[in-house]
């Protein structure tokens, strides 16, 4: 008797299970009240944060709870003030808006030093750029514009993009141009129309169309890396760095170009960009798993047994929220903004929301597999897409 009652029980608290399962997929997405998860968590990790140089949170690894923390010089130095800045953004809190200003300007010798490398757009736009869009500071403004000279210093003439990576140069024996690339040139296109050197908008340009030439297979999926001979200026060959193969689709590189088509298209107007950045979703959205979380990289032998990649997820939702905003076929513009919906309710699950798991907002993203670096992490550009991705919802539907 005991045991039938035991059993009676399990059996309802597994069909509980269900229904609650199916009803957490299944409930539409609240974007208020998901910006309002977003504010909590930066307003903690905000409390908690070091004083020092080295003061800017860029992850947290799987089964930790505190921030690893960065210096200016860091690539990923930007996100954190853009998250402050559209935490900003949306609450309009003066305390947020004072430490955005803060840790934006720790990032201000970028734009008066010789560029390292092309990952200026990301550090100096999603702060100083995020600030500037906000506030009309003056003083941020020639920032923004000097970081854009700077980075136009790596662009080579003979090749027609820029040079992602100095540093690689004597080791790939090749100029080298990665997809990320494409996310920096939105500070070109900003600074040429903004008082900066019409120069800018022509390298950013350049850039896009060899990018779109030779970065991509036949079936529109893209190489992390092509390598170019720097003296001729031809295509050597595509090849991965953070992805898992030479040939294979590694999940945030094909983010990257989704939402730098998408961009060039707002900049430019040019139709191709338009019609590209739809083909380059289009192949990510076949090929996404059915919860539309890729695994870091869609042709890891190990799948399903591998760790997802959720920045990858908020980055293309950001990109296809604007992606349908310039689609004229009403059904095809529902349905990269429905997909874009479906993507960002399924981030706002407890599976990858992190909560009381730690300060971040996200959990499982992965940062550079190969290196078995911040896999399976809550990494802050994962946290800056999501966050934007929540505001374009809110400010197409005008709320
Ligand atoms: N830009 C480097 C990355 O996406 O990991």
């Not at 939702?317 to 992606?323: G, K, N, P, Q, R």
Request: aromatic fraction near 14%; charged fraction near 20%.
């Amino acid at each position: 008797m005991k045991k039938n009652c035991l059993q009676v029980f399990a059996l309802m608290l597994l069909m509980f299970g269900c229904k609650y399962a199916a009803m957490a997929q299944t409930a539409p997405l609240n974007v208020k009240a998901q910006l309002a998860y977003c504010l909590a968590q930066v307003k903690k990790s905000l409390q908690a944060s070091k004083d020092g140089d080295i003061n800017i949170p860029r992850s947290i690894p799987a089964g930790k709870t505190d921030w690893k923390y960065v210096g200016y010089k860091d690539w990923t130095s930007g996100f954190w003030p853009g998250v402050l800045w559209y935490a900003y953004e949306y609450s309009k809190d003066k305390s947020l808006k004072i430490a955005a200003d803060k840790f934006s300007r720790e990032l201000a010798p970028l734009a008066y030093s010789p560029a390292y490398d092309h990952d200026l757009g990301f550090q100096v736009y999603c702060s100083f750029g995020n600030g500037y869009r906000l506030t009309k500071d003056k003083a941020y403004k020639k920032i923004i514009l000097a970081t854009a000279d700077t980075l136009a210093t790596l662009f080579n003439p003979k090749v027609g993009t820029i040079l992602s990576w100095p540093r690689e140069v004597k080791n790939f024996g090749a100029h080298n141009t990665i997809m990320d690339n494409m996310m920096n040139l939105e500070l070109l296109f900003w600074a040429s129309k903004n008082g900066g050197s019409k120069k800018l908008y022509n390298i950013a340009v350049s850039h896009a169309k060899k990018t779109m030439a030779n970065h991509f297979r036949k079936d529109y999926s893209g190489y992390h890396v092509v390598l170019y001979d720097t003296i001729t200026g031809k295509k050597i060959k595509g090849i991965t760095h953070q992805g898992y193969s030479d040939s294979s689709m590694w999940a945030r590189g094909q983010s990257w170009a989704i939402y730098g088509f998408t961009m060039c298209y707002r900049e430019t107007k040019n139709p191709a960009y338009l019609g590209f950045a739809q083909k380059v979703a289009n192949i990510y959205l076949k090929r996404l798993p059915k919860d539309l979380i890729p695994y870091w990289d869609f042709d890891d032998a190990a799948i399903p047994n591998t760790p997802k990649d959720v920045s990858a997820a908020a980055v293309t939702a950001s990109a296809l929220i604007e992606l349908s905003t310039f689609i004229k076929d009403a059904k095809l513009s529902a349905y990269y903004l429905g997909k874009a919906k479906a993507m960002l309710t399924e981030i706002s699950t407890e599976k990858y929301q992190s909560h009381e798991v730690n300060n971040a907002i996200l959990l499982h993203s992965t940062g550079h597999k190969p290196n078995n670096s911040e896999v399976d992490a809550s990494i802050i550009y994962a946290d800056y897409y999501y966050m934007e991705a929540l505001l374009r919802l809110r400010a197409k539907d005008n709320f």
